[in-house]
């Protein structure tokens, strides 16, 4: 996903990475007219949504084995994702 406000229905919960470590993690629930105002991934080491956005940064190191199965299974839902829109001619 190019863009956090891309697939947004009404809300989109964020994981916001502020310090390079997996440990410490704020969230936040936004509206997809907020998600656009306020760009909440900016400023991020690393960015993690309910919408199939994520942002990681070079910097931050490799997550735990927990977060990667997490961080995995988001990018083979958005690439499924992609593939059902390619065969709707989207």
Same mark, same amino acid.
């Given at each position: 996903m190019l863009n956090i406000g891309d697939n947004c229905t009404d809300t989109v919960e964020c994981e916001l990475y502020y310090e390079p470590?997996?440990?410490?993690?704020?969230?936040?629930?936004?509206?997809? @007219?907020?998600?656009?105002?306020?760009?909440?991934c900016f400023g991020?080491?690393?960015?993690?949504? %309910?919408? %199939?956005y994520k942002s990681i940064s070079a910097n931050?190191?490799?997550?735990? @084995?927990?977060?990667?199965a997490e961080l995995d299974k988001l990018e083979a839902d958005a690439v499924s994702a992609d593939e059902d829109d390619d065969e709707d001619g989207i």
């Open positions: 470590a997996w440990s410490f993690v704020l969230k936040a629930s936004l509206s997809c @007219a907020e998600v656009a105002a306020k760009k909440p991020t080491f690393a960015c993690v949504c %309910d919408n %199939d931050m190191p490799e997550p735990p @084995a927990e977060k990667k």
